[in-house]
């Protein structure tokens, strides 16, 4: 198993004093799956980000298994790649709008929290607000908002700029952003709609409060045209590492969703964001951390890497260091040596973070161009094991203070989810760590985070 954790029962039982409560998983969807070459899986169905029977079958196995939430990433636009490697990929070419998909996947699944990305950089933020609060009235208050500010030139250029917003610019106005749609979600009080048909009067004009922003960014006149979310608030997500990301999240966040894969560094964010969220007022524990956890299980170590195995066979080289620029920023490597170091580049205006962390990596271990390809190639980010080191390792992270759950990556689907769902999570209830069934019936309620009382 990569990354394997050994534990003795001694320290199991210790952990198992050290908290109360219980994780918290989504089901990160990213048909027909996160792994670049998923689609050629001979158990996928190639056309999964198209194909709405496949994915409210997803969302439908992650409700069974009583996850969070399922969680819907998102580009407003094509990254700028060779036409060579963009037509050996599917996800970036060939998906749902993800809101729109939640509509459906609402109507298709009753308890499952949904979370869709939407941008702060090419939306307007009424637009965000009313599709929102509509898919919080029309799932019965399981919607949530994952905030982004997007990540390339290719994004801008669908929306009438020559290149992405420079970061500081980004994230100032995605803090603004954010404050004008949960401004408008409390552009009714709670109670404000009567419909009163004897009296002819349909809500009461008294409890209706026009917004009327006018910031740097940004001029909203208000109010939304229709009533307050069933959670007060959509559920707020965010993933933002750098510093601008950090604060925001800290100010704004009710998920976290973070890429670190060292425990020590996990555990080193999960302290800080928390007490960030506390320098802003407000409830360390009601800001959860959910880092990403990729998985490949099977009842025994062997069978599992040879699923593993199986699927990194799939992927072009080509497509690997395409994937490894995108990450580094878009900077084309193609003609630096395979043999040789990671050049110096620019500071990203992508992900600065995943740069920055390519970077660490590459310097800590020596690595070449050709040994950082190979490492995305064979999805070093993945555990592979059995559900029992798959469980030890999410106890240990838990316990550890360094998650308050997982964004459950799925290499390929169906078959990664189904294995999580069938191995992995009755070993985390024989553990007491993941609940057996929903107690409530809002994302809110899932997530154990109070419904926001309406600002003045």
């Given at each position: 198993m990569s990354r394997r954790t050994e534990r003795s029962d001694t320290d199991r039982s210790r952990a198992d004093r050290s908290r109360g409560d219980q994780?918290?998983?989504?089901?990160?969807?990213?048909?027909?799956?996160?792994?670049?070459?998923?689609?050629?899986?001979?158990?996928?169905?190639?056309?999964?980000g198209v194909n709405i029977r496949e994915v409210l079958s997803f969302a439908r196995t992650a409700e069974r298994a009583a996850f969070d939430a399922v969680f819907l990433a998102d580009l407003v636009g094509v990254p700028f790649a060779s036409e060579d490697v963009l037509s050996r990929v599917s996800v970036v070419n060939d998906s749902f709008e993800p809101t729109t998909l939640l509509a459906a996947l609402a109507a298709g699944t009753s308890r499952i929290g949904l979370i869709a990305t939407a941008s702060t950089s090419y939306n307007e933020p009424y637009h965000v607000a009313r599709t929102f609060a509509s898919l919080d009235h029309i799932s019965g208050g399981r919607a949530g908002w994952n905030?982004?500010?997007?990540?390339?030139?290719?994004?801008?250029?669908?929306?009438?700029?020559?290149?992405?917003?420079?970061?500081?610019t980004r994230y100032e106005r995605a803090e603004e952003f954010h404050d004008v749609v949960t401004g408008l979600w409390d552009s009714f009080e709670d109670d404000a709609f009567r419909h009163d048909q004897p009296d002819g009067i349909y809500f009461d004009p008294a409890k209706l409060h026009a917004l009327n922003h006018e910031g740097k960014h940004l001029k909203v006149a208000?109010?939304?045209?229709?009533?307050?979310?069933?959670?007060?608030?959509?559920?707020?997500?965010?993933?933002?590492?750098?510093?601008?990301?950090?604060?925001?999240?800290?100010?704004?966040?009710?998920?976290?969703?973070?890429?670190?894969?060292?425990?020590?560094?996990?555990?080193?964010?999960?302290?800080?964001?928390?007490?960030?969220?506390?320098?802003?007022?407000?409830?360390?524990?009601?800001?959860?951390?959910?880092?990403?956890?990729?998985?490949?299980?099977?009842?025994?170590?062997?069978e599992a890497r040879e699923k593993h195995a199986r699927l990194i066979e799939l992927l072009p080289p080509q497509v690997a260091l395409a994937d490894l620029s995108y990450w580094l920023g878009g900077f084309d490597l193609s003609p630096y040596p395979l043999d040789g170091p990671l050049p110096e580049l620019p500071v990203s205006n992508q992900s600065q973070t995943a740069q920055q962390q390519i970077y660490e990596d590459a310097r800590r271990d020596h690595l070449t161009i050709r040994d950082l390809v190979r490492r995305f190639a064979d999805d070093e980010r993945t555990i592979t094991g059995t559900p029992e080191q798959i469980a030890d390792h999410i106890e240990e992270w838990f316990h550890g203070r360094a998650a308050d759950g997982f964004n459950v990556v799925f290499p390929y689907l169906p078959g990664t989810l189904d294995d999580f769902a069938g191995l992995v999570v009755p070993e985390l209830r024989r553990r007491g760590l993941f609940r057996t069934g929903y107690t409530g019936t809002t994302l809110r309620d899932h997530l154990g985070l109070p419904r926001p009382p309406r600002t003045s």
């Open positions: 994780l918290h998983l989504n089901a990160f969807l990213k048909p027909p799956g996160e792994y670049l070459a998923a689609w050629r899986h001979p158990d996928t169905a190639a056309d999964a905030v982004v500010t997007s990540l390339n030139d290719g994004e801008a250029q669908n929306f009438g700029l020559d290149s992405h917003l420079d970061h500081a208000g109010p939304l045209n229709i009533a307050r979310p069933p959670q007060g608030h959509p559920v707020i997500v965010q993933a933002g590492a750098s510093e601008a990301g950090k604060n925001l999240a800290a100010r704004i966040a009710d998920v976290i969703f973070s890429g670190i894969k060292d425990l020590g560094r996990a555990q080193e964010f999960y302290a800080e964001i928390k007490e960030r969220a506390a320098a802003h007022g407000r409830d360390p524990d009601h800001l959860k951390v959910l880092p990403a956890l990729s998985v490949i299980t099977a009842p025994t170590e062997s």
